[in-house]
């Protein structure tokens, strides 16, 4: 199934006549959902064109420098990256991720984002935006991505830079913010909460509210995936995640919600019970395919094996893995109140079926704050 002949099919049973209507994002997301719940469709695809990245910060999970010829060399060429395109667009992926790293270092990243985009994805861009000039705002706005996300470090030049270990960054990043803006490109901002920024995070949401753009944040820093646990240094404390948690309406909602429809779902035996590898995939720079890009292991080589293979063969072995009975967490009564899954605990352990005691803390006061809070829920 190529990804526009599931448009259809949802557009189809959209309308109310022959011709075609409006559809509003989440609804159209939403009927796409539905239909492939139990097809098996990859519909989503992450990319990480490069690991390399002109900025060095600090909490970074992947970074490598800009200038690295090892890692340069090993990155899939321009012709494998459009294979790995046709492949998956002939399976029916739709919504796709470019991500890294800094994916506007690739040399080739205007070829690889033109053939992406003529092939019919609706493309996200994951971006420092330092980067992006006059010039590449205006090849985007010829080409417009479903969306472009950027990640602010902090909101004065000290602590952006603090963060990014790169003088000048700070500027260089507003300039790129403003260059999208001009060109009208969908945008969104979003960050990571330090012990460095946590005092900007307020700031940075009127930032985004002045652009009248999406702002969100996120509190759960994680260890690099070559296993050290510097960025961790950098986490905020426990209290204070909840802190930020009590302050965004947006955020408090969706825990609600999804602590409502928790309460409703029937327990999976299955390790992996997101939509990893079922509706969803992620493809590193060198070709190692996985079910999420939090999950490296065990990945299979896009190079000695085709997506249909891996997707096909390889992934429903994975899918098949029963969580270990014994693994505390999984019958832990508080368990739909924590974030741990078997990516984090990866990327924290070593090991899918760990428990993350950050997490874990965090789990519990977030059941004590709804327990105050939303007397309704179980």
Request: aromatic content about 12%; some cysteine; glycine content about 6%.
């Amino acid at each position: 199934m190529r990804n526009w002949d599931l448009f259809f099919r949802v557009l189809k049973n959209s309308m109310n006549c022959r011709y075609f209507s409006e559809i509003k994002y989440m609804e159209f997301a939403q009927a796409i959902n539905a239909k492939i719940s139990n097809e098996r469709i990859p519909i989503s695809g992450t990319i990480e064109l490069t690991y390399r990245c002109n900025l060095r910060c600090i909490h970074c999970y992947c970074n490598q420098d800009k200038n690295n010829e090892e890692i340069r060399s090993r990155e899939l060429s321009k012709e494998e990256t459009f294979k790995i395109l046709d492949s998956i667009e002939r399976r029916g992926c739709l919504f796709l991720l470019f991500t890294g790293g800094e994916p506007l270092l690739r040399d080739d990243f205007f070829e690889i984002y033109t053939y992406a985009k003529k092939k019919g994805f609706l493309i996200t861009l994951f971006t420092n935006v330092t980067l992006v000039t006059p010039q590449i705002a205006g090849f985007l706005k010829g080409l417009p991505p479903f969306k472009v996300e950027v990640t602010l470090y902090g909101m004065s030049k000290s602590i952006y830079e603090k963060a990014t270990g790169v003088l000048g960054s700070f500027e260089l990043c507003m300039a790129g913010i403003k260059n999208l803006i001009n060109n009208n490109i969908p945008l969104s901002l979003k960050a990571m909460v330090t012990n460095l920024n946590q005092d900007e995070v307020i700031k940075m949401g009127e930032f985004a509210k002045g652009l009248k753009v999406d702002f969100r944040f996120d509190p759960l820093l994680h260890p690099r995936i070559d296993g050290s646990k510097a960025p961790c240094q950098y986490r905020i404390t426990p209290k204070e995640a909840i802190e930020f948690e009590l302050m965004n309406d947006s955020r408090l909602a969706g825990w609600k919600k999804f602590l409502e429809r928790a309460g409703d779902s029937e327990k999976l035996d299955s390790l992996y019970y997101c939509g990893a590898g079922r509706d969803s995939f992620s493809i590193d720079p060198f070709g190692k395919m996985s079910v999420c890009s939090s999950c490296l292991s065990p990945s299979y080589d896009l190079r000695q094996n085709s997506f249909a293979e891996i997707w096909d063969n390889f992934f429903p072995l994975i899918l098949n893995d029963s969580y270990n009975k014994n693994f505390k967490c999984r019958d832990c009564e508080i368990e739909s109140f924590c974030a741990n899954c078997p990516g984090y605990s990866m990327l924290e352990n070593s090991h899918p079926e760990t428990v993350v005691d950050y997490l874990c803390e965090i789990a519990h006061l977030r059941k004590e704050v709804f327990d105050n809070i939303y007397k309704d829920i179980p």
